[in-house]
């Protein structure tokens, strides 16, 4: 929740910080991210979809489990922390700049939904939900100590006066240098926190205990093709080859504070020291091998909503920058799911990880169980199918052809099955557009296509026919 980069209109002033209560700042803040920001994305720039307020730039959605230790020590055994729980998760990473401006050096966050968590939660109306949120970012601090600080940064920001009030505010303008000058090689590699603290169940007088979150990778690993970090969308396609590549595992720690005199509540800029205050392991999330392009993964991820106040009451956030973001991203969400036509409500449970539409649909199963079986060879009512290029020969190829059309060509006896997702060399590359004849198009990459000319390669599709999805290879290749 920053964008430090916007800039006009002119005279939207609130009140000096000095005649602000925390509650009009944070309807300020409100006003400005959603009201001034946001419509001002959606209605002048005439952005489709709608995007968030904050953290407009998605580099994918991934499912996962949230699984907690199971040697918990008990004084970590509160709220979702319970030895051995397993939670599904769906989780969306994303930098705080637009989807136009490049990666690098971008601040970078994630949401965490954790799905089937009983007990209430603490925002309003979602009181009944069975969702938990987590929020982290790769800072340790915020950079606004409350919501009055932050009320004056967002209006210097829009009203084009930052560097005058970043004068005045040197410690806000160090955090903030120091985020920008963050090289981020990795999101499976980059350490995460909270920023603000949350409550952490009760102790033996009665009081609230507190903590921060962190997310770290323990292993580090180098991704099998490293990406170019002058490409401007570097860390989408890195995490797509890390994933791709195999299963990532993620340490989730809890920062307990120990030293209220150093550790403050109130201010989210107050930074707890690792060494004194040394963040536990208390779970792993466990980030399976995926295709995180496949069967539209970034819509999913990019419908949901994130507030952690999303959340049980012993865990919940504390502090006005945690009051304001409440405030903020459900006012944010709910404009942008009222303009993209989305469910404002909550998903009662996850999406399938290997969710595949079209579904062959029937009365006694009109929706898929996702129990679903892939062996090497189809069933044996499926005619082999055949794939025809078109295309020059990749010599000829122009420079800027991003994607040659081939089509997978399908025997009308297959349907009403579908072609749902293509493989080339067993590396997927696509997904056919459905239809009600046979035939589908699958966009194969210009690298692909220079090694299919004049090859006879294995390409692999899958189909769904009567609840079923069948995996099989074709070995025919024409090219014209």
Known sequence: MSNVNDSKPKNILPPSPQSQNTKTAIEEIRRLFVDVVQYRNIVNDKQSPAKRAAFIKQHGSVHGIFQVCDDLDEKYQVGIFQPGEEYPVWMRFSSDIKDSVPDKNSTVGIGIKLFNVPGKKTLEGDENATTLDLILQ??????????????????????GTLDAFLKEHPETERILNEMESRTVESLLLEPLWSCIPYKFGVNEQGGY???????????????????????????????????????VRLDFNIQLRNNPATQSIISARSRWDLQEAVPVKVATIIIPQQKILAHAQGVYGESLSFNPWRTLEDMAPVGSIAEARKVVYRSSALVRRNINGQSVGEPNRPRPPGASLPYDSSFDQPWPSNE?????????????????????????????????????????????????????????????????????????D???????????????????????TYKSKVSIIQVI
């Open 138 to 159: 790769n800072t340790e601090v915020f950079f606004a100590a409350d919501a009055r600080e932050m009320s004056e940064f967002k209006t210097a920001a829009v009203n």
């Open 209 to 247: 205990e507190y903590c921060k979150y962190e997310i770290k990778n323990p292993l580090k690993d180098p991704p099998r093709n490293p990406t170019d970090k002058d490409d401007p969308d570097y860390l989408a396609k890195d995490l797509q080859e890390r994933l791709y590549d195999g299963e």
């Open 372 to 444: 679903v079986t892939e062996p090497e060879l189809p069933a044996p009512d499926l005619p082999a199918p055949f794939m025809v290029v078109k295309g020059v020969p990749s010599d000829k190829l122009p420079a800027d052809t991003a994607f040659p059309e081939v089509s997978l060509r399908v025997p009308k006896e297959v349907y009403p099955s579908y072609i749902t997702t293509a493989w080339f060399n067993e590396g997927e590359v696509g997904q056919t557009i459905p239809g009600s004849t046979a035939g589908g198009i699958v966009l194969v």
């Open 446 to 468: 210009s690298g692909a296509y220079k090694n299919l000319r004049g090859n006879s390669v294995e390409y692999y599709y899958t189909v769904v026919k009567s609840g079923k």
